[in-house]
C-alpha cells in the first residue's frame, strides 16, 4: 500500500500542476488573440481613413467600397475566431466584451463607413464633413473600446500571473 502511495502521489502532483500550466498558456493564447486582432483592426481603420482621405481629395469614391468590405470580413472573421477561441471560464467577460467590440465595430463598418461611396465630386462640402465627422468619433470610439479591452487583459495578465504580456505598453 505505501509503495502504491509513493507512486500516486507524484503522478498526481504531476498532474495537478500540468493542468494549471496548460489552463495558464490557455489563458495566454487568449489574451494574444485579442490583441492581435485589436491592433489589425485598428491598422485597417487607419488605412481605411488614409483612404477616405484621399478620396476626398481627388473626389474618387469608388476604392471606398472594396476596403470596406474587407474590413468587414476580417470583423466577421475574427468574431468566429472570438467565440471559438479555447479559454477558461476566467475568460468568459473578455469573450463577450470581445464579441460585443466587434459587433459594434461592424455597425459602424456597414452605417457610417457606406455612405461615402455614394458621394461623387458634386457632393457638397457640408456633407462630407458631416460623414468624416462620424468617421473620427467613430474610429475614436473603437480605439476606446479596444484600449479598455486590452487594459482589462493586461490586468487580468498581472493578476494571474500569465508571464510577460505580448502587448506592448
Known amino acids: 500500500m505505501k509503495r502504491y502511495i509513493t507512486v500516486l502521489v507524484p503522478i498526481l502532483l504531476l498532474t495537478f500542476s500540468s493542468c494549471e500550466y496548460f489552463s495558464k498558456k490557455v489563458e495566454k493564447n487568449f489574451c494574444d488573440k485579442i490583441y492581435a486582432i485589436n491592433d ?3 491598422k485597417l ?3 481605411w481613413l488614409a483612404a477616405v482621405n484621399f478620396s476626398i481629395k481627388k473626389k474618387e ?4 467600397n472594396a476596403k470596406r468590405i474587407f474590413i468587414g470580413q476580417f470583423i466577421g472573421r475574427n468574431r468566429i475566431v472570438v467565440a471559438e477561441a479555447d479559454a477558461t471560464k476566467n475568460m468568459d467577460g473578455f469573450r463577450i466584451a470581445e464579441r460585443n467590440f ?4 461592424a455597425e ?3 452605417d457610417i463607413y457606406t455612405p461615402f ?7 457638397p462640402k457640408a456633407t462630407l464633413d458631416r460623414c468624416y465627422n462620424a468617421v473620427i468619433d467613430s474610429i475614436n470610439s473603437g480605439r476606446n473600446a479596444s484600449a479598455r ?10 493578476a494571474h500571473k500569465l508571464g510577460k504580456s505580448s502587448k506592448k505598453q
Open 61 to 64: 469614391y469608388s476604392t471606398l
Open 40 to 42: 489589425s483592426l485598428d
Open 108 to 110: 459602424v463598418v456597414s
Open 149 to 158: 479591452i486590452v487594459a482589462d487583459l493586461k490586468q487580468f495578465e498581472i
Open 102 to 105: 466587434l459587433t459594434a465595430q
Open 45 to 47: 481603420n487607419n488605412d
Open 117 to 123: 461611396e455614394m458621394y461623387n465630386e458634386f457632393t
